[in-house]
């Protein structure tokens, strides 16, 4: 296993651009979280999946951003009209209910910047 | 809202001393964890507590949580550079598999 992977590692967009975010969790992983981080903060919490449900969303979450997860495996995070306060590393996370350790595993991250 | 505020924010300290890094919410959390995350990666998973008053060490780490399950503390005996990073805690609510960070504390170990 490889671990969780995200893709791309880095975007640059023109403000008013949208763009996608892909994550492959670990295989065997029920749940997976997208998290925005800016620069020497703690993450963001922006919503999770278990399987294929949405469970929670974020209420700092405008309605210009958007999560998949059609197959309850890799997931899509969408930012629509991309604003310059879009700008920050998105993380993705993956854990496992069976066992329930609780550990969330992390990706390298996407990199958001918006011109 | 639950909110984990974590002190102090930066830190720089030389090789060989102590320091603790303390995290701190007005909620309950069922359970918390701590992280350290180096530039470029996703922070990764130093321990885990769920009773209150628990004592975790690993190896030069030691780890509380608090007895009313608010908050949590973080001490490094004998720092070392490779202890560089960004520690973060994580809080999980009862009911939920919602992680809340707290807002990171950036530790420079010089040598």
């Known amino acids: 296993d490889t671990g969780v992977s995200q893709d791309p590692r880095h975007k640059i967009t023109k403000r008013g651009q949208n763009v996608t975010f892909r994550c492959d969790p670990i295989s065997e992983h029920n749940r997976l979280y997208w998290y925005r981080q800016t620069l020497g903060q703690g993450p963001e919490f922006l919503t999770y999946f278990q399987n294929e449900a949405q469970l929670e969303k974020s209420r700092l979450l405008s309605d210009r951003f958007s999560a998949e997860r059609p197959k309850g495996s890799f997931s899509t995070l969408e930012i629509q009209r991309t604003e310059q306060g879009d700008s920050a590393m998105y993380l993705c996370a993956s854990s496992s209910i069976e066992p329930n350790t609780g550990e969330l595993f992390f990706g390298e991250g996407s990199r958001l910047t918006v011109l | ?111």
Do not use: M
Request: hydrophobic letters at 35%.
């Open chain 2, 1 to 111: 809202t639950q909110l984990l505020e974590q002190s102090p924010q930066f830190l720089s300290i030389q090789e060989g001393e102590n320091l603790t890094v303390y995290c701190n919410s007005s909620s309950v959390f069922s359970s918390l964890q701590w992280y350290r995350q180096e530039p470029g990666e996703g922070p990764v998973l130093l321990v885990t507590v769920v009773t209150g008053g628990e004592v975790k060490k690993l190896k030069r780490l030691t780890f509380q949580f608090g007895d009313a399950r608010k908050d949590s503390s973080l001490h490094i005996t004998a720092a070392q550079p490779g202890d560089t990073g960004l520690y973060l805690c994580a809080g999980v609510g009862s009911g939920t598999y919602k992680y809340i960070f707290g807002t990171g504390t950036r530790l420079k170990v010089l040598a």
